[in-house]
Each structure stands twice: as structure tokens, then as C-alpha cells.
T-cell receptor, first 116, second 109 residues
């Protein structure tokens, strides 16, 4: 149980284009979803927290107009990187929490974004 | 501010035991997690402690002392596949998860 999927697992895009990453909780309802970014050899950096049906809460320094987050249902959240630049190249990981089990977060497998 | 400290890197020998420490200063405490992350992969859950003491789960054990703001992850009978980063994370009073930078564990034959 508690499986989270992400799609795509990797994507290469040209500078200036937008990329959408999907995060789905497959066997539970995720009241809260989290989006992280991780650069090579660095720890996870929380970008934003989203609750179903409400606007995401962004961490300081994360541009909400550049990283659009939608949490339209209890099983799906999307992150859209708009007007991507090479410095946005990173490993993007989502996690989901049902809020029932110690606020444990179940992680998706991650999406590796490369912007050329 | 909120702070979680872990060693950056540790090296151990296959078959041995290693202890990874984590100290934290957070605004409130509602539990501590340990996650394992292999290179290029997402973290996977290892343990959760909210009360003082030792929780044992197979080869892995996790200890918590709330009064000292301290936890450790103990790995026994180390295997090469245990080479990974180990992340300590604390839930604060606002139920936010505060992450440590992780400890990279290198296992040598």
C-alpha cells in the first residue's frame, strides 16, 4: 500500500518551454502533497505544500508563478515548470500524505528534468 | 531557527555495525523519521519515533531521546546495498517536516 507514482520519470526540454509533472497516489487519498527539488549531492529542498482544492503554500524563495502547482483531486497533483531554464534542471520529487499515519510522507520515484 | 545536524559522510565495512547520529533543534516536536535514499532515487521510509527509546526493525534500529534532541539510526550486519544517504527529518509543532541534509554512508568490502 501507499504507492505514489510520478510521470514522466525523466524529461528533456528546450529552454523557454514548459514542462508538466504529474504525481498520483495510487491506493490512498492524499490530503496533502509535497513537491521537492534535489540538486546533485544535495538534500531535499521543499518547494511547496498543497492541500486538495486549495492553493499551494510555497517555501521562501520559490517562485509561485514559475512553478505552478495544482492539486485538483485527492489522488493527483501537478507541477508545471514554466519557461524552463537550464538552472531548473534538477530531480523533482513529489510525496503524499494521507494525514493518518504519523504524517508520514510517501515518495514518488522522482522526475529528472534536463533543460537544454 | 530550526536545525537538524547529521554527519555528511560515513564509511563502514561490510558485515559491521554503524550508527548515524542526528541532533535537532526545532520549534516543537511531533516525531522523527529516518529515510533511506539511494543515488538517483526517491527516499524510502525506514522508521518513525515519537517516544523515547529504541525501535528495532530487522537489521535497522532507531533511537530517540527527546530531552536531548537526539536520535540515531543503527545499521547491523551491513551489506553493500546499504550504501545510500540516510535522511533524518523532524515534524515540528506546525506539523511541518524539517529535513536534515542527509548522511552519505559508504560501505566497503
Amino acid at each position: 500500500g501507499a504507492v505514489v507514482s510520478q510521470h514522466p520519470s525523466w524529461v528533456i526540454c528546450k529552454s523557454g518551454t514548459s514542462v508538466k509533472i504529474e504525481c498520483r497516489s495510487l491506493d490512498f487519498q492524499a490530503t496533502t502533497m509535497f513537491w521537492y527539488r534535489q540538486f546533485p549531492k544535495q538534500s531535499l529542498m521543499l518547494m511547496a505544500t498543497s492541500n486538495e482544492g486549495s492553493k499551494a503554500t510555497y517555501e521562501q524563495g520559490v517562485e509561485k508563478d514559475k512553478f505552478l502547482i495544482n492539486h485538483a483531486s485527492l489522488t493527483l497533483s501537478t507541477l508545471t515548470v514554466t519557461s524552463a531554464h537550464p538552472e531548473d534542471s534538477s530531480f523533482y520529487i513529489c510525496s503524499a500524505s494521507s494525514g493518518n499515519t504519523h504524517y508520514e510522507q510517501y515518495f514518488g520515484p522522482g522526475t529528472r528534468l534536463t533543460v537544454t | 531557527g530550526q536545525n537538524i545536524d547529521q554527519p555528511t559522510e560515513m564509511t563502514a565495512t561490510e558485515g559491521a555495525i554503524v550508527q548515524i547520529n542526528c541532533t535537532y533543534q526545532t520549534s516543537g516536536f511531533n516525531g522523527l523519521f529516518w529515510y533511506q535514499q539511494h543515488a538517483g532515487e526517491a527516499p524510502t521510509f525506514l522508521s518513525y519515533n515519537v517516544l523515547d527509546g529504541l525501535e528495532e526493525k530487522g537489521r535497522f534500529s532507531s533511537f530517540l531521546s527527546r530531552s536531548k534532541g537526539y536520535s540515531y539510526l543503527l545499521l547491523k550486519e551491513l551489506q553493500m546495498k546499504d550504501s545510500a544517504s540516510y535522511l533524518c527529518a523532524v515534524i515540528d509543532s506546525n506539523y511541518q517536516l524539517i529535513w536534515g541534509a542527509g548522511t552519505k554512508l559508504i560501505i566497503k568490502p
